[in-house]
């Protein structure tokens, strides 16, 4: 059996794709790593910016996309991908066990994840006060006192972002300056509701049920403080989960998959849909269009060349 | 009152950038001109390919649309944009009845309609088996007869997705040849279950509730001919509804707004989402999507500029 395109990845990406070949008639299958479909939705306590449907619970969200894919007919896989020829015309994806899947065409949705600081109370506070998006997660923390970790563009502007809403925003960073442009880091310093703790990382997330407090440790003088805050936002960085297919597909820096809004990359037929390729805004709204996208091309695609 | 943003227009692209505008705190209001919200999907008889929300009628997720931003707070105005300067560090905006609203920065979102036939018929069934969307709809036309007009790129890439599930497919173009690529062309003529009726025009969409048939006219030789056919796919272009900015707002030859996928255009300040922009696919999701795109686009504007 050779399938039309073989989908690896099922987050809004890879199951929107699914929707959409399902509706193109293409013979598909969605290979998905958990068991369990919806990516990183699956561990968001509520989304309040897909449109359409206000406050949803992540996991909910998840059954939604996946009820959809199921209700048109999509094929799931279970496992993990081990390796795989994309150069021909005739894609080969090799499953840990050693099954083998042919297709025309590969859409790659595997996602990413941003990076933890892997802190004491971090994992357990995961989605109670700790969150790793603040243009998504911002808007629960109005009036609130709120961190920021990080030094980066994304983190600069996640607090000026967070400083618009929040009655007190921190900004920890490890280093003595931000590595975020001088515009925005200027910006951000002239703002009245934000403190700046140079040198400094969080040792200790404290909270039973939702974040209480965070233990800061000043790494230049060891000085140790407890501050309260009600949200932690991590910025520090995202990892597109690209490892595997770097070697084939080209990646920028950061690893994620080099592929424009049409989601085409380098290699003619595969196709990257979602976090995993090079954008802007991951949001679960644009990765979901990054679906569309990509099928749409994939019916290009095989429209030209089979 | 200046606000943040002025988003004009509230299809899908226009109340996604409502939603993000909102949970960023932004000031903004959104203008709308039907004094209904919605868009072109106010008109859709069913949307299947909104992802999480299968099978859901146009008109109900138009509304689900709205009260998301509704409660978020978006303010809406009802009326015409009359005028406008956009060019400075101020946007003002003048409406119909000579009100003038300002913002630092404008999301235009104004959509666009896919081109009529203006024959007999066509209105009255419009979402009744007339559709101007074969992505879209034709998913409902499974192992049915339909009928494409048209004789570009979109019509033919719509007729070879329409013969993949559908029993017949007629293609009716007014000229004796496509202007079609080859590629996909010669891909079209090879479908069995294709027939190509060149030269001819509908002159009339018979059908009381639902289509039941077309009157065709060879244009050439006069002769006429009725087919049964239960859906009519029009795909003779589409128009962005673009007309009051072109003189101010570069737009490629269509009248598309050129912006890429952050929405910019050639004027700081001012970003183009959804079906009005220079875009590969206009889907709902894509157009949400933009709304996203284009007000993480305006915060990096206000973030560099004020």
Same mark, same amino acid.
């Given at each position: 059996?050779?399938?039309?395109?073989?989908?690896?990845?099922?987050?809004?990406?890879?199951?929107?794709? #699914?929707?959409?070949?399902?509706? #193109?008639?293409?013979?598909?299958?969605?290979?998905?790593?958990?068991?369990?479909?919806?990516?990183?939705?699956?561990?968001?306590?509520?989304?309040?910016?897909?449109?359409?449907?206000?406050?949803?619970?992540?996991?909910?969200?998840?059954?939604?996309?996946?009820?959809?894919?199921?209700?048109?007919? #999509?094929?799931?896989?279970?496992?993990?991908?081990?390796?795989?020829?994309?150069?021909?015309?005739?894609?080969?994806?090799?499953?840990?066990?050693?099954?083998?899947?042919?297709?025309?065409?590969?859409?790659?949705?595997?996602?990413?994840?941003?990076?933890?600081?892997?802190?004491?109370?971090?994992?357990?506070?995961? $989605?109670?006060?700790?969150?790793?998006?603040?243009?998504?997660?911002?808007?629960?923390?109005?009036?609130?006192?709120?961190?920021?970790?990080?030094?980066?563009?994304?983190?600069?502007?996640?607090?000026?972002?967070?400083?618009?809403?929040?009655?007190?925003?921190?900004?920890?960073?490890?280093?003595?300056?931000?590595?975020?442009?001088?515009?925005?880091?200027?910006?951000?310093?002239?703002?009245?509701?934000?403190?700046?703790?140079?040198?400094?990382?969080?040792?200790?997330?404290?909270?039973?049920?939702?974040?209480?407090?965070?233990?800061?440790?000043?790494?230049?003088?060891?000085?140790?403080?407890?501050?309260?805050?009600?949200?932690?936002?991590?910025?520090? $960085?995202?990892?597109?989960?690209?490892?595997?297919?770097?070697?084939?597909?080209?990646?920028?820096? #950061?690893?994620?998959?080099?592929?424009?809004?049409?989601?085409?990359?380098?290699?003619?037929?595969?196709?990257?849909?979602?976090?995993?390729?090079?954008?802007?805004?991951?949001?679960?709204?644009?990765?979901?269009?990054?679906?569309?996208?990509?099928?749409?091309?994939?019916?290009?695609?095989?429209?030209?060349?089979?």
């Amino acid at each position: 059996m050779i399938y039309d395109v073989i989908i690896i990845g099922s987050g809004p990406a890879g199951l929107t794709a #699914a929707i959409y070949a399902k509706r #193109a008639e293409l013979n598909l299958i969605i290979i998905e790593k958990a068991g369990l479909s919806g990516g990183q939705i699956i561990n968001t306590y509520e989304v309040d910016n897909y449109p359409g449907l206000p406050g949803i619970g992540g996991f909910d969200l998840s059954i939604k996309f996946r009820e959809h894919a199921d209700k048109l007919g #999509a094929t799931f896989v279970s496992g993990e991908v081990n390796g795989f020829s994309l150069e021909g015309d005739i894609k080969v994806v090799t499953m840990d066990e050693g099954i083998q899947y042919k297709a025309r065409s590969v859409v790659i949705a595997t996602g990413g994840a941003p990076r933890h600081l892997n802190t004491e109370g971090e994992e357990k506070l995961s $989605g109670m006060g700790v969150s790793y998006c603040a243009t998504c997660d911002g808007a629960f923390f109005r009036n609130k006192t709120v961190a920021v970790v990080g030094g980066g563009d994304v983190a600069i502007e996640d607090a000026i972002f967070l400083a618009r809403l929040c009655k007190k925003v921190y900004v920890i960073h490890r280093r003595d300056e931000f590595r975020a442009s001088k515009s925005i880091t200027s910006r951000l310093l002239a703002l009245e509701n934000v403190t700046i703790l140079w040198d400094s990382v969080i040792e200790f997330i404290q909270g039973d049920e939702v974040v209480k407090s965070i233990d800061i440790k000043n790494i230049k003088t060891d000085k140790k403080e407890n501050r309260e805050v009600e949200g932690v936002f991590i910025a520090v $960085g995202y990892e597109p989960n690209s490892d595997v297919y770097q070697k084939v597909v080209e990646t920028d820096e #950061a690893g994620y998959i080099r592929a424009g809004e049409n989601c085409e990359t380098n290699i003619p037929g595969v196709f990257a849909a979602g976090d995993v390729r090079t954008k802007e805004l991951r949001q679960i709204v644009t990765a979901a269009a990054d679906g569309a996208n990509a099928i749409t091309a994939v019916e290009k695609y095989l429209n030209q060349i089979f």
